[in-house]
């Protein structure tokens, strides 16, 4: 039997995702907490399981990685303001030497 217990304040957020990979990563840890809940359900109260800290630390691991996803959008929508700013500027010389 597996005696490794997950434990919230040792989740970490993997480096280096894509946005896809990051969405992919937030439904599957959605399934599998999904899961985890269901059998906390079908398990008899005085059972000796640890779904519930299993769960917390899954959960604390997506809170992990939708902050990374929030990141990522922060990080495209100040790309893409430069983006903007520098074509505003490059329309603006255009038309004062036109």
């Known amino acids: ?3 490794y217990h997950l434990k919230p304040e040792n989740m970490r957020a993997p480096d280096n995702l894509s ?3 990051i969405q992919k990563s937030l439904e599957e840890l959605d399934s599998k907490i999904k899961t985890l809940r269901a059998k906390v359900n079908a398990t ?3 059972s000796n399981h640890t779904y519930h800290e299993h ?3 899954l ?3 997506r809170h992990l990685i939708a902050n990374k996803l929030g990141d990522a959008e922060d990080t495209h929508s100040k790309w893409q303001e430069l983006k903007d700013g520098l074509d505003n500027l490059k329309n ?3 038309k004062l030497f036109s």
Do not use: G, P, V
Request: without cysteine; hydrophobic residues 50%; proline residues 0%.
């Open 1 to 3: 039997m597996d005696t």
């Open 19 to 21: 946005r896809a990979e």
């Open 44 to 46: 008899a109260a005085d």
């Open 55 to 57: 769960i917390a630390a």
């Open 59 to 61: 959960e604390a691991k």
């Open 92 to 94: 603006d010389l255009n």
